[in-house]
């Protein structure tokens, strides 16, 4: 599936920068093939523009923030959150800009520490993390980075049991017990849950994330997944403590993702320091990427396309990703859009961006020059 050329995936909430990245000014982003810029306006609240000036198209991510504005770097036209052009040093005062002087806003709003970018009308809200700020609960940011591979691929690997034995065998990986445990699966109108219980190795450096000294545990996991690219990963040691991970895999292209995790934990700072937690998943992380990164990331999504990819009986998850997309381009009127029937299939356009209702409905503005000629 190439996750640009499916216009729904427009319609959802992405997890897109951590609101600290915004602080020092504009940053650039793609999201799903699009070009876009993050700024806090004069509240402190995250904005989203396309990445484009409207006067000589130069990347407003090259400018700064400007009295609650995006200024651009070439001629300093000032922008609010809403796209429109609210400032030209260049005029006389009182002389009004022309009101089709504008680019494009997307949705974009704070929630758990991120800014998240819809490009068009979004059409579910942003998942819970009820931890986020809980009593008895720490947050821990830990990856921000791009990957060479897709979020299906991504949201598959993170429910597939029988890789542990193999691609973390030097980590938590029980090599001796291939087969792996099977999940319940129960599905739900977003996507669905998913429980199991795995043995894990549980070396003496990984004693105190896991709260027990046995050189072998157990992990009862409870894996979520939500449309379109996000899932949640609840931990549960013997000794109580729970380790949950959310993972949004923000699509940036055909080709790439960010990873976007957060990690939550009932205990305390002096139980388990936050950086070796953080290493910890890091050196699990690391082998993810590196096999992730091998495949191909235009993964099969409609099953009916038979002798690309063979599956097992454990794959049951990934496969029950792939039912809910199908059934979620089909309630949008699209098909798996791929490589090999690329150009070949009616394609369902997404919306094109707009100024504004207001703009969008005006004619298309005359030239700087006459507009606001003096």
Known sequence: MLTTRQPVFRKFWHAVMPLTDLADGPRPFTLLGENIVLFLDGDGQPAALKDR??????????????????????????????????????????????????????????????????LEDPVEDIPAIPEFGAEGWRTIFQ?????????????????????????????????????????????????????????????????????????????????????????RLDIEYPSGIRHVIINCFTPIDDGRMQLCQWLFRNDTE????????????????????????????????????????????????????????MELLARHGEQEVHRGNVGTIPIVTATPASCSATASARPAAAPVAQEVAA
């Open 143 to 231: 990856f921000y980075e791009t990957w060479n591979t897709s979020p299906m691929r991504a949201l598959e690997n993170s429910f597939d049991n029988s890789h542990f034995s193999f691609v973390h065998r030097a980590t938590f990986g029980v090599a001796s017990q291939p087969k792996p445990s099977s999940y319940e699966l129960v599905e739900s109108p977003t996507g669905f849950y998913a429980e199991t219980t795995i043995p894990a190795t549980n070396p003496p450096k990984f004693q105190r994330i896991s709260g027990v000294t046995d050189p072998v545990t157990t992990r009862h996991m409870r894996n979520a997944y939500f449309l379109p690219f996000s899932r």
């Open 53 to 118: 000036c409207c006067h000589r198209t130069a990347k407003l991510s090259k400018g700064w923030c400007h009295e609650g504005t995006l200024q651009c770097g070439y001629h300093g036209w000032q922008y609010d959150r809403s796209g429109r052009v609210v400032g030209i040093p260049q005029l006389d005062p009182g002389q009004p800009i022309p009101p089709g002087y504008c680019t494009p806003a997307y949705h974009c709003t704070a929630r758990y520490g991120y800014a998240w970018v819809a």
């Open 270 to 325: 002096e139980d388990c320091p936050a950086q070796t937690l953080i290493d910890f998943d890091d050196e699990i992380t690391r082998e993810d990427k590196d096999i992730l990164e091998s495949t191909d990331p235009d993964a099969v999504v409609d099953t009916r396309r038979r002798g690309v990819e063979y599956s097992m009986a454990s794959d049951r998850p990934g496969m029950l990703i792939r039912k809910k997309l």
